[in-house]
């Protein structure tokens, strides 16, 4: 069996990764291929409850260490228990946010140090790397405008749009860093168009 495919969506709040994923799962299941969907914080039972704290709007006082620290437990457990044994099924694996969101967040976003950042997730993640990141890119006030509109902030959206300015600029040198895994999407369209263009990023169409 050969080993499926990892791929990665990533993008500021608002950026639309979570209906794009579901859309392209949906693609990829029509044409037979068995799919896992999963999600960073999150994804096991551990994450779900390390993700309750992260996104609590009452935990301010993280400081940008812990938050860290925090994301790289989650993903420790989320590969080993959930990625790798289905990548090993040989099941296409699509996450929703991987260790380029705690660069983008923590690094670009709070000013953790990336060479810290990159050791601590290489330890968290023993190397594995995906075979594609689909970086949804958009203006941070368009994101934003969608993230809230039915529902109030959890604790990272109540930052200020300089903040998602960073972690954006941060996904773009990313992006310009690591071409050969990188696609960079334009988000700001309706989401058959941007889906369109996931496919076409994806050599799939
Ligand atoms: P979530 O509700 O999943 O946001 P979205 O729907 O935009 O993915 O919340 C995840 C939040 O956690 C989001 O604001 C980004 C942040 N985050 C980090 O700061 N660092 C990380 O490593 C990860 C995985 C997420």
């Known amino acids: 069996m050969t080993r499926g495919k990892f791929i990665v969506f990533e993008g500021i709040d608002g950026s639309g990764k979570t209906t794009q994923m579901e859309l392209l799962a949906r693609v990829l299941e029509a044409r037979g291929m068995p799919v896992l969907r999963t999600r960073e914080p999150g994804g096991t039972r551990v994450g779900d409850r390390l993700r309750g704290l992260l996104l ?6 993280l400081t940008p260490r812990t938050e860290a620290f925090l994301y790289a437990a989650d993903r ?8 790798l044994p289905a990548l090993h099924r040989g099941e296409t694996v699509l996450c929703d946010r991987f260790l380029y969101s705690t660069l983008a967040y923590q690094g670009w976003g709070r000013g953790v140090d990336i060479v810290f950042l990159t050791r601590l997730n290489q330890l968290a993640t023993g190397g594995l790397a995906p075979d594609r990141v689909i970086l949804l890119d958009l203006e941070v006030e368009d994101g934003l405008r969608r993230a809230l509109k039915n529902r109030p902030p959890d604790r990272l959206e109540g930052e200020k749009a300089a903040f998602f ?41």
């Open 165 to 205: 300015r960073r972690v954006r600029q941060g996904y773009l040198e990313q992006a310009s860093r690591w071409p050969e895994i990188f696609r960079v999407v334009r988000a700001d369209a309706p989401e058959q168009e941007v889906h369109r263009r996931v496919l076409t990023a994806l050599g799939m169409e």
């Open 76 to 83: 420790a457990q989320h590969v080993t228990e959930k990625i």
């Open 56 to 61: 609590d709007p009452d935990y301010r006082d």
